[in-house]
């Protein structure tokens, strides 16, 4: 059943963790020190990379970024094993995953290219030979072609590290760049935003098969993850994220004022909030009102519309509008 919240509001969370750290210009130093250094010895690597380092988080960061500026995503990769995983059961699935993964891991070692659980995996073991205990998380990413709504499809990985007694979440695929389906090449950009990512943020677009991983002592529920509304990579660089409405999917009623309202942020100028719907709608400029910044649209013709918020005119937030 489809219903409308009319409310939306936006929070900030706590200031990215790698802010932090004394140790961040000497570990990303090192971290361009070796580009595409032999694989063949992780602890030669791991050790070149985290020795003249003192601290867990500065010794993290330098194998964390070094894998994000060396490895390229392997897109077509990634695409074929989740055509097959949807098509094949039992002992088919089972066969596939050893010999792709098998696979997976070659590619890696010789050309420097993987997927997510290559990634993960290259993070964890270099983090290991560093002392720093570190698991791969599997579960559910969450992106605009993937699990919005419906059972949801585990189709990603990341890594869990414990740095001083306390853990944190990374995802060094997601770090490493993003890319263009068109062409389907892979653009290499490195995302502050992924790395010992806040938790209560992480888990709007990664949800791990165990909970335990969210890190958060009342993790939502699957199908909360799978319906809430869309994020995107600018969500995490503004520190804002979509409280309310709960679902990305709403319902209203043709000629109905819907509201929205942004709340009050310290990160987030509102002359550079605006709303859209569609192409056609922008609200540039979003009044202050007592509790925050509040928008309302009329939707006049019935149909389905896409929503979005966007900051410095960067996308953070999408809905999709039914009007009956």
């Given at each position: 059943?489809?219903?409308?919240?009319?409310?939306?509001?936006?929070?900030?969370?706590?200031?990215?963790?790698?802010?932090?750290?004394?140790?961040?210009?000497?570990?990303?130093?090192?971290?361009?020190?070796?580009?595409?250094?032999?694989?063949?010895?992780?602890?030669?690597?791991?050790?070149?990379?985290?020795?003249?380092?003192?601290?867990?988080e500065g010794k993290f960061r330098a194998i964390f970024k070094w894998v994000c500026l060396n490895i390229e995503n392997d897109f077509d990769?990634?695409?074929?094993?989740?055509?097959?995983?949807?098509?094949?059961?039992?002992?088919?699935?089972?066969?596939?995953?050893?010999?792709?993964?098998?696979?997976?891991?070659?590619?890696?070692?010789?050309?420097?290219?993987?997927?997510?659980?290559?990634?993960?995996?290259?993070?964890?073991?270099?983090?290991?030979?560093?002392?720093?205990?570190?698991?791969?998380?599997?579960?559910?990413?969450?992106?605009?072609?993937?699990?919005?709504?419906?059972?949801?499809?585990?189709?990603?990985?990341?890594?869990?590290?414990?740095?001083?007694?306390?853990?944190?979440?990374?995802?060094?695929?997601?770090?490493?760049?993003?890319?263009?389906a068109p062409t389907r090449t892979f653009i290499p950009r490195f995302e502050e935003c992924y790395f010992l990512a806040d938790p209560v943020?992480?888990?709007?677009?990664?949800?791990?098969?165990?909970?335990?991983?969210?890190?958060?002592?009342?993790?939502?529920?699957?199908?909360?993850?799978?319906?809430?509304?869309?994020?995107?990579?600018?969500?995490?660089?503004?520190?804002?994220?979509?409280?309310?409405?709960?679902?990305?999917?709403?319902?209203?009623?043709?000629?109905?004022?819907?509201?929205?309202?942004?709340?009050?942020?310290?990160?987030?100028?509102?002359?550079?909030?605006?709303?859209?719907?569609?192409?056609?709608?922008?609200?540039?400029?979003?009044?202050?009102?007592?509790?925050?910044?509040?928008?309302?649209?009329?939707?006049?013709?019935?149909?389905?519309?896409?929503?979005?918020?966007?900051?410095?005119?960067?996308?953070?937030?999408?809905?999709?509008?039914?009007?009956?």
């Open positions: 059943m489809r219903k409308i919240v009319p409310i939306l509001f936006f929070v900030v969370v706590s200031i990215p963790a790698f802010a932090q750290i004394p140790e961040l210009a000497k570990a990303d130093s090192m971290a361009g020190l070796f580009p595409h250094h032999s694989l063949a010895d992780l602890k030669v690597l791991s050790n070149k990379l985290t020795g003249p380092l003192t601290t867990d990769a990634a695409d074929q094993n989740l055509k097959k995983r949807r098509t094949l059961k039992d002992e088919e699935l089972k066969q596939w995953t050893r010999e792709f993964s098998g696979r997976t891991m070659r590619i890696l070692f010789q050309q420097y290219k993987t997927v997510c659980t290559g990634y993960a995996y290259l993070v964890r073991e270099l983090a290991r030979h560093a002392g720093l205990p570190c698991e791969i998380v599997d579960g559910y990413g969450r992106n605009v072609n993937s699990n919005i709504g419906g059972q949801g499809f585990v189709n990603h990985s990341w890594n869990a590290v414990l740095l001083n007694g306390r853990w944190y979440l990374a995802d060094p695929t997601w770090a490493s760049g993003a890319v263009f943020l992480f888990v709007r677009n990664h949800y791990p098969l165990n909970t335990t991983w969210t890190l958060l002592s009342d993790p939502p529920s699957l199908e909360t993850f799978l319906n809430a509304p869309l994020i995107y990579v600018n969500a995490f660089r503004y520190n804002v994220h979509p409280v309310l409405p709960a679902t990305f999917r709403i319902t209203a009623t043709k000629g109905e004022k819907v509201s929205f309202m942004l709340g009050k942020s310290c990160v987030v100028n509102p002359a550079n909030v605006k709303f859209l719907v569609g192409n056609g709608v922008s609200h540039t400029k979003v009044p202050y009102v007592e509790s925050g910044y509040s928008v309302s649209h009329t939707f006049s013709r019935k149909g389905v519309y896409a929503v979005h918020f966007t900051v410095d005119d960067q996308y953070v937030a999408s809905y999709e509008v039914t009007i009956k």
